[in-house]
T-cell receptor, first 111, second 111 residues
Framework: GIQVEQSPPDLILQEGANSTLRCNFS?????LQWFHQNPWGQLINLFY???GTKQNGRLSATTVATERYSLLYISSSQTTDSGVYFC?????????????FGDGTTLTVKP | DGGITQSPKYLFRKEGQNVTLSCEQN?????MYWYRQDPGQGLRLIYY???????QKGDIAEGYSVSREKKESFPLTVTSAQKNPTAFYLC??????????FGPGTRLTVT
């Protein structure tokens, strides 16, 4: 099946700093999503981005499907951005319902 | 108030007992999913359903069972055959194979 690798595994920032999280995947995808999991376990869908670039406030994401990677940018980070960021993909050759999640990037933003 | 509800938030069971986790959505989504998350890990797909009265096994279906008798409901039963049932269980829904939205999760502890 498709492999998903996220980097870095851990990231510690001072409030106000910018960061880039990366998601590499091993095969063509028709669906890519970025999620934020808060310390209580709730997952929030940040972006549905199988290709191209999207922005939502201080967050933006870019997926380059031909090169099999996606980037999540966080600008002017805040302590509330802390948590785990997951990338999830669905390969072209898998059943429509099967998403594969990466192991996540744990972000800690210090005040 | 639209969304996905999971109950209960915390669940404790003795080894050897079956337990059923509830997942309800009022988003009119066709597809529903169950994931398992172990500490420090990503999400792994247990079962998913793309339409009422139909469901497919995910990557770790052994020891679990589901039903999809109504569009809005997708209960998960953790059977006594599941060797390591203690985990965080997350339910999600989506339109077709698109953007997924997650419930708050159920933390199951089996002793």
């Amino acid at each position: 099946g498709i492999q998903v690798e996220q980097s870095p595994p851990d990231l510690i920032l001072q409030e106000g700093a910018n960061s880039t999280l990366r998601c590499n995947f091993s095969d063509s995808v028709n669906n890519l999503q970025w999620f934020h999991q808060n310390p209580w376990g709730q997952l929030i869908n940040l972006f549905y981005i199988p290709s191209g670039t999207k922005q939502n406030g201080r967050l933006s994401a870019t997926t380059v499907a031909t090169e099999r990677y996606s980037l999540l940018y966080i600008s002017s980070s805040q302590t509330t951005d802390s948590g785990v960021y997951f990338c999830a993909v669905k390969g072209m050759d898998t059943n429509a319902g099967k998403s594969t999640f990466g192991d996540g990037t744990t972000l800690t933003v210090k005040p | 108030d639209g969304g996905i509800t999971q109950s209960p938030k915390y669940l404790f069971r003795k080894e050897g007992q079956n337990v059923t986790l509830s997942c309800e959505q009022n988003l009119n989504h066709d597809a529903m999913y169950w994931y398992r998350q172990d500490p420090g890990q990503g999400l792994r797909l247990i079962y998913y359903s793309q339409i009422v009265n139909d469901f497919q096994k995910g990557d770790i279906a052994e020891g679990y069972s589901v039903s999809r008798e109504k569009k809005e409901s997708f209960p998960l039963t953790v059977t006594s055959a599941q060797k390591n049932p203690t985990a965080f269980y997350l339910c999600a829904s989506s339109m077709s194979s698109g953007r997924q939205y997650f419930g708050p999760g159920t933390r199951l502890t089996v002793t």
